[in-house]
């Protein structure tokens, strides 16, 4: 107990009342201090980013969003991150040296164990780099931080987490769905992520689908949900017919002004996901399905609903609460900042970082 007081984890806490008769002193109470150190998060989308530095028990104290574009290559992208992050440390007043770790989310699966975003359909350039040694060095060269752990998981798994934690931790079996540029789903499970064997779970927006048969998906194949179903191809199916388009943030600014075509299409979308949902509902008995990203609204939801409820065994959906996020745009953020926390104060960790730390 000496040992955690030395290196600033524990804190005591307000003293209890006084039970005995006889008065006495006032018992002491230990707690977790989450002041003694910060975690970096970042969330990458395709074409936009968020950062921010995070207390241990999650709050956000400085956060920053802006253009970033994944296609310009990991090496530029990271080491705008770093700069980012440098930023911020002085904006929520900390020093580098008070940095635990890095959490990053990112629009790809990943392999946990190396860090390395493995074959992403929309990340050119990022297959097998190594983020974790590239991301450190950035905040090293500018904010003088010494070398700290990066962990690296995908965003709707990432997102998943952080919703989970924050607002379901009840829930035993958690499905997010992401629809922004691709599809993708982040499922936990017990509390914990589940990634499959190698990182590769959640990947539904390249099932395939019937009536996408003739839609070639960034991933190379033709058919994939997230080619008829993602913000990308409403957005392209928009541009078609004559509506400025080019993205799933333009189609969630038109959703938001109520533009009939793009509910409609948004609505269609959410049939077609709906339908892929229904298998993932009637296989993982989940109580919570969560949508996210660019669609996540009435219409998109509203076919969601028609075509799962229609499709899945009611046995499946009978205790099963179909929603929106609640986190919003910083799921990312709050499920990147809880994963490096439980990581690095791990029980199994502890004796290790508390040597390092020479106490």
């Not at 191809?233 to 075509?261: I, K």
């Amino acid at each position: 107990m000496d040992r955690l007081f030395r290196a600033g984890w524990l804190r005591e806490g307000a003293g209890g009342p006084v039970d005995s008769p006889l008065g006495g002193r006032p018992s002491i109470t230990l707690e977790f201090d989450d002041e003694h150190a910060v975690v970096l998060a970042a969330d990458l989308d395709t074409r936009h980013a968020r950062a921010a530095v995070l207390s241990l028990s999650g709050e956000i104290l400085a956060e920053h969003s802006g253009t970033l574009v994944v296609e310009d290559g990991p090496d530029a992208v990271l080491g705008e991150l770093g700069r980012w992050f440098a930023e911020l440390l002085e904006k929520a007043g900390h020093g580098a040296e008070t940095v635990c770790g890095v959490g990053l989310a990112v629009p790809g699966p990943v392999d946990t164990e190396t860090g390395r975003v493995v074959q992403p359909p929309i990340m050119p350039g990022w297959d097998g780099y190594d983020i974790r040694v590239r991301l450190a060095r950035a905040l090293t060269e500018h904010a003088g931080a010494d070398p700290v752990p990066v962990l690296v998981d995908n965003d709707a798994n990432l997102m998943a987490y952080g919703e989970q934690r924050t607002g379901y931790p009840d829930c035993s079996a958690f499905v997010l769905v992401k629809v922004s540029t691709g599809i993708g789903a982040g499922v936990v499970v017990g509390g914990s992520v589940f990634r499959g064997i190698d990182g590769g779970a959640g990947d539904i927006g390249h099932i395939r689908v019937p009536e996408g048969a003739e839609a070639l998906c960034r991933c190379g194949s033709y058919g994939c949900l997230a080619a008829v179903a993602s913000g990308g191809a409403v957005a392209r199916r928009l541009a078609e017919a004559g509506v400025p388009a080019a993205s799933g943030s333009d189609v969630r600014d038109l959703l938001a002004s109520g533009h009939p075509e793009a509910v409609g299409l948004a609505r269609e979308a959410g049939r077609r996901v709906g339908d892929v949902l229904a298998t993932v509902v009637t296989l993982l008995n989940p109580g919570v399905l969560m949508i996210a990203g660019d669609l996540a609204g009435t219409p998109f939801l509203t076919g969601v609903r028609e075509l799962l409820y229609q499709r899945a065994l009611p046995r499946s959906t009978a205790h099963l609460d179909v929603v929106t996020s609640r986190l919003g745009e910083r799921a990312g953020l709050v499920g990147a900042g809880a994963m490096v926390v439980e990581h690095l104060y791990a029980p199994e960790r502890v004796e290790e970082r508390l040597r390092a730390l020479g106490v």
